[in-house]
Every structure is written in structure tokens, then in C-alpha cells.
């Protein structure tokens, strides 16, 4: 059991208490982070005098070995080292004799796995930010294509007013934009750097800690070593903003569950994106979309955990504050996962324009434009909600739609109804009326669509798939 303690102790750690106390089995996760972290250290180190130059020469070189070694399959991390920290320095100071051992001169490992959390945190926000970018490249496609697809809205669920598919795809993408926001948001506030802050109580070795943050791209260091070595803050908003983009695949998800089903029919979804029933062979299940949408407990879960963890921990590390890594590790591949299967269901999934449309006007989604019309008319709009309500009444017991009924029978309830009703409640003049700002009307997304296409293109996002 190769462990970075035990001069205290006089007796080995039972070993089912080794193998529980033990991380290596998950946080071997940010190898990479955890060498990286070393070689700014040990730089950092040399420049102050603390290393010689030979000794920072073999410590870098070795640690150089053995990231491409790991990386080549050539050494396996295995789990008679304790955690990540362990394996790093058994096997530098095996291959580079006692220069190895002063790698962990002026830190602990508190320091350390806090560093390596915020490097693997920072690391995979920028690669859930991709696949977010991703996502609304499909969408922005959708909307382009569909500025004129008109389907019904709804609220409760029920058909309420007609819009377009453009405008409804629209919805989501200001949802997954806010979401890169708050990943940048939290980016931003989480970049500083707690390597320096020893335990808890810094270190008496005259660390330049400026030096370090800026060598891993750090803003700044942290400011309180208490702090550096017990704040898991970004972890929690982290699990909270996925949770948050969890939620608004799931609430599409839901919404192409349901456009699926044979009663609504407006999307075919592809072939490469569904499974089939092993009883009923008409069946074309969507079953990512339903993975989606039941992976989102998953998250939601993770970040309930970490609440409910760090809600009794005093200053300042605690053991428990492990049990962050499985739970952080496990969310983030769950949304990356998810964001590119979704991306890749939407960008090959059909649109059945016609079943659109035809909801749309079957639904009585132009009754408030009905309405309107005699508001327009002088007529009170409460009087004319009844108006429309009565004539909704008549359509239903007859199973025609607004469109159908007669102008006569229009006119024994209000005779303030005239030919131009029909131009009135034409799909595509309900529609295309509706201007202001956020409204479904094609000039209005069109602007909207242009300034997403701006957006996509700006320096700052053309470059993360560059």
C-alpha cells in the first residue's frame, strides 16, 4: 500500500479501511491535472531558490515520463497506491531517485487536491461549453430552415395560439445560452488558486503563490488558506448549472416524446436515434430522448448529495469533502453525454410541416385573433371573449373549425363579423401580425435568427471549435 504517510503510526490501516479510506480508484480521473499542477510547483520552487536547477531539470523531466507513459498505456494507475498524489510520486522518485521526494516540499495534499479539482473543473467546463456550442449550431439551423412552419403553442399543455417552429426551437436556444453564461459566470469566480495554502495554514517556504497562479492560468491566488483547502462552492454551482442545462433537455425531450407519439405526429425521428420493441414490431421507440430526460435525476442528484455533504462541515478539510469527485466526475460525462446524443437527434430528426400546421388550425388557436378583430371594431375586448367563446361552442358541437363556420351563423351572434374575418384568422395572418419584439412573425425572428448567427460567429465562439 504505497501511501504519502504513516511515520506516526505503528501499526499498518486494516485493509478494507485502506480500500474505503482510498481515492485512486476515481480521482486517477485528473491525472493530467495533478502533473500539470506539479511542474508549475516545482517551477515555481526553482525560481525561488528551494530546488536547484538539476533538481528541477529531473523532477520535470520525470514527471514529463511519466504523463506520456500513462498516456501511452505504457504505466498503469493502480490501486496499491492510495490516490493520484501517491502514484504521481512513488513512481517519480522510483525513476529519479531522492530529487523526487522534495516534489512535495511547500504543499500538502489538501492544497493539492483542491488545485486539481479546480484545473479538471475549469478543464471540463470548457468541454461541456463545446457541446453547448454545439447545440445551438443545430438549432440555429432548425430555426433558419423554419421561419415559416407553422404549429400550434401551448399552454397546459392545451393548444393555445399558432406560432412557428422556428420560434419555438427559438425558446431553447435563449435557454442554452443563458446556460454557457452561467458556466462562464462560474469560470470566472472559481479562477484562483489555492496551491500554496499548505494544510490549512500556508507554509513557512517563501512561495512565490503569484508566480504558481500564473504559470496555470489563474486570475489570482485565493486569499484565505482556510478557504482554499474547504471551498467547494464551484463544485456545487458547477452540479448546479448542469442540473439546470439537464433540465432544459429534459423539458425538450419531453416536448419530442410527445411530437413522436402517433397522436401528435410532427416528428420522425431517426433511425440511428430509436429502437424497436422486441414483441411489437410497428414500434419506433425514442428512447434517447427518454434517456435524456431520465438521466436529468442523475444530476439533480449529484448536487443534492454535495448540498447535503458540505451543510456540516467545519473548517477546514474533511474527509467527507472526497466524496465530491464521483459525484462531480459522474454529472459531468452524464451532460456531455447527453448534449452531443441530443445534438446528433435533432440535427438528423424530420418535421412533418403539414401535421404541423394542420394542429394549428384544428385547435382553435386563432380564436383570440378572432377576438381582436372586434376589439379592432369598437367592441369591448371582455364582450368580445364571450363572442369568441360562444362561437368556439358552436364549432365544437359541429366539429368544424373557426375557419369553417359560416359568416351567417358568425354574424347571429355578432354582427359586427364581415367577410374579412377569414383574411383575420388565417393561420399565416395570426402569425405574421405578431411583430414586437420576441414574437413569432418572420420579420421579427428574422432579426432574432440574424443576431443568433452573430452571435455563433463572434471571436469568442468561433474559436472553441477552431
Same mark, same amino acid.
Given at each position: 500500500?504505497?501511501?504519502?504517510?504513516?511515520?506516526?503510526?505503528?501499526?499498518?490501516?486494516?485493509?478494507?479501511?485502506?480500500?474505503?479510506?482510498?481515492?485512486?480508484?476515481?480521482?486517477?480521473?485528473?491525472?493530467?491535472?495533478?502533473?500539470?499542477?506539479?511542474?508549475?510547483?516545482?517551477?515555481?520552487?526553482?525560481?525561488?531558490?528551494?530546488?536547484?536547477?538539476?533538481?528541477?531539470?529531473?523532477?520535470?523531466?520525470?514527471?514529463?515520463?511519466?504523463?506520456?507513459?500513462?498516456?501511452?498505456?505504457?504505466?498503469?494507475?493502480? $490501486?496499491?497506491?492510495?490516490?493520484?498524489?501517491?502514484?504521481?510520486?512513488?513512481?517519480?522518485?522510483?525513476?529519479?531517485?531522492?530529487?523526487?521526494?522534495?516534489?512535495?516540499?511547500?504543499?500538502?495534499?489538501?492544497?493539492?487536491?483542491?488545485?486539481?479539482?479546480?484545473?479538471?473543473?475549469?478543464?471540463?467546463?470548457?468541454?461541456?461549453?463545446?457541446?453547448?456550442?454545439?447545440?445551438?449550431?443545430?438549432?440555429?439551423?432548425?430555426?433558419?430552415?423554419?421561419?415559416?412552419?407553422?404549429?400550434?403553442?401551448?399552454?397546459?399543455?392545451?393548444?393555445?395560439?399558432?406560432?412557428?417552429?422556428?420560434?419555438?426551437?427559438?425558446?431553447?436556444?435563449?435557454?442554452?445560452?443563458?446556460?454557457?453564461?452561467? =458556466? =462562464?459566470?462560474?469560470?470566472?469566480?472559481?479562477?484562483?488558486?489555492?496551491?500554496?495554502?499548505?494544510?490549512?495554514?500556508?507554509?513557512?517556504?517563501?512561495?512565490?503563490?503569484?508566480?504558481?497562479? @500564473?504559470?496555470?492560468?489563474?486570475?489570482?491566488?485565493?486569499?484565505?488558506?482556510?478557504? %482554499?483547502?474547504?471551498?467547494?462552492?464551484?463544485? #456545487?454551482?458547477? =452540479?448546479?448549472?448542469?442540473?439546470?442545462?439537464?433540465?432544459?433537455?429534459?423539458?425538450?425531450?419531453?416536448?419530442?416524446?410527445?411530437? +413522436?407519439? +402517433?397522436?401528435?405526429?410532427?416528428? @420522425? #425521428?431517426?433511425?440511428?436515434?430509436?429502437?424497436?420493441?422486441?414483441?411489437? &414490431?410497428?414500434?419506433?421507440?425514442?428512447?434517447?430522448?427518454?434517456?435524456?430526460?431520465?438521466?436529468?435525476?442523475?444530476?439533480?442528484?449529484?448536487?443534492? %448529495?454535495?448540498?447535503?455533504?458540505?451543510?456540516?462541515?467545519?473548517?477546514?478539510?474533511?474527509?467527507?469533502?472526497?466524496?465530491?469527485?464521483?459525484?462531480?466526475?459522474?454529472? #459531468?460525462?452524464?451532460?456531455?453525454?447527453?448534449?452531443?446524443?441530443?445534438?446528433?437527434?435533432?440535427?438528423?430528426?424530420?418535421?412533418?410541416?403539414?401535421?404541423?400546421?394542420?394542429?394549428?388550425?384544428? /385547435?382553435?388557436?386563432?380564436?383570440?385573433?378572432?377576438?381582436?378583430?372586434?376589439? +379592432?371594431?369598437?367592441? &369591448?375586448?371582455?364582450?368580445?371573449?364571450?363572442?369568441? /367563446?360562444?362561437?368556439?361552442?358552436?364549432?365544437?358541437?359541429?366539429?368544424?373549425?373557426?375557419?369553417?363556420? *359560416? =359568416?351567417? $351563423?358568425?354574424?347571429?351572434?355578432? *354582427?359586427?363579423?364581415?367577410?374579412?374575418?377569414? @383574411?383575420?384568422?388565417?393561420?399565416?395572418?395570426?402569425?405574421?401580425?405578431?411583430?414586437?419584439?420576441?414574437? &413569432?412573425?418572420?420579420?421579427?425572428? $428574422?432579426?432574432?435568427?440574424? $443576431?443568433?448567427? @452573430?452571435?455563433?460567429? %463572434?471571436?469568442? +465562439?468561433?474559436?472553441?471549435?477552431?
Amino acid at each position: 500500500m504505497a501511501q504519502l504517510w504513516g511515520g506516526r503510526f505503528t501499526k499498518e490501516t486494516d485493509r478494507l479501511v485502506y480500500q474505503f479510506n482510498a481515492s485512486i480508484s476515481f480521482d486517477q480521473k485528473f491525472f493530467e491535472q495533478d502533473i500539470r499542477g506539479s511542474k508549475a510547483h516545482v517551477a515555481m520552487l526553482a525560481k525561488q531558490g528551494i530546488l536547484n536547477g538539476e533538481e528541477k531539470r529531473q523532477i520535470t523531466e520525470g514527471l514529463d515520463g511519466i504523463l506520456q507513459d500513462v498516456r501511452e498505456g505504457k504505466l498503469a494507475i493502480t $490501486e496499491e497506491y492510495e490516490d493520484i498524489h501517491s502514484f504521481v510520486e512513488a513512481n517519480l522518485t522510483a525513476r529519479i531517485g531522492d530529487a523526487g521526494k522534495k516534489l512535495h516540499t511547500g504543499r500538502s495534499r489538501n492544497d493539492q487536491v483542491a488545485l486539481d479539482m479546480k484545473l479538471y473543473v475549469r478543464d471540463e467546463i470548457d468541454a461541456v461549453d463545446e457541446e453547448l456550442y454545439r447545440l445551438l449550431l443545430a438549432l440555429q439551423k432548425i430555426m433558419e430552415e423554419n421561419l415559416h412552419t407553422y404549429m400550434p403553442g401551448f399552454t397546459h399543455l392545451q393548444k393555445a395560439q399558432p406560432v412557428t417552429l422556428a420560434h419555438h426551437v427559438g425558446a431553447y436556444f435563449e435557454m442554452f445560452v443563458r446556460d454557457r453564461s452561467r =458556466l =462562464l459566470d462560474i469560470r470566472k469566480r472559481m479562477n484562483t488558486c489555492p496551491l500554496g495554502a499548505g494544510a490549512l495554514a500556508g507554509t513557512t517556504y517563501p512561495l512565490d503563490r503569484e508566480y504558481t497562479a @500564473e504559470l496555470l492560468d489563474f486570475d489570482a491566488p485565493t486569499r484565505n488558506s482556510m478557504d %482554499s483547502v474547504s471551498d467547494r462552492d464551484y463544485v #456545487i454551482e458547477l =452540479l448546479c448549472a448542469l442540473s439546470t442545462i439537464m433540465m432544459h433537455l429534459s423539458r425538450f425531450c419531453e416536448e419530442i416524446i410527445l411530437w +413522436n407519439s +402517433n397522436e401528435y405526429r410532427f416528428v @420522425e #425521428i431517426d433511425d440511428a436515434y430509436s429502437t424497436g420493441s422486441s414483441i411489437m &414490431p410497428q414500434k419506433k421507440n425514442p428512447d434517447i430522448a427518454e434517456l435524456v430526460r431520465g438521466k436529468t435525476g442523475r444530476v439533480y442528484g449529484a448536487l443534492t %448529495s454535495l448540498l447535503t455533504t458540505m451543510k456540516g462541515i467545519p473548517l477546514a478539510y474533511n474527509k467527507d469533502m472526497q466524496e465530491d469527485k464521483e459525484l462531480t466526475f459522474d454529472a #459531468i460525462d452524464t451532460v456531455k453525454g447527453c448534449l452531443a446524443l441530443f445534438t446528433g437527434m435533432i440535427s438528423t430528426m424530420k418535421f412533418n410541416r403539414e401535421n404541423m400546421e394542420e394542429s394549428a388550425k384544428n /385547435g382553435f388557436t386563432n380564436a383570440t385573433d378572432a377576438a381582436d378583430y372586434l376589439v +379592432n371594431h369598437g367592441v &369591448p375586448f371582455r364582450d368580445a371573449h364571450g363572442i369568441v /367563446g360562444q362561437l368556439v361552442l358552436k364549432c365544437l358541437e359541429r366539429g368544424i373549425s373557426l375557419d369553417e363556420l *359560416p =359568416l351567417e $351563423e358568425y354574424r347571429e351572434i355578432s *354582427p359586427v363579423f364581415q367577410e374579412d374575418i377569414y @383574411e383575420a384568422i388565417r393561420l399565416d395572418t395570426c402569425v405574421e401580425k405578431r411583430m414586437t419584439l420576441g414574437a &413569432p412573425g418572420s420579420q421579427v425572428m $428574422e432579426r432574432i435568427v440574424r $443576431e443568433n448567427r @452573430e452571435y455563433l460567429k %463572434s471571436e469568442k +465562439n468561433a474559436c472553441i471549435l477552431s
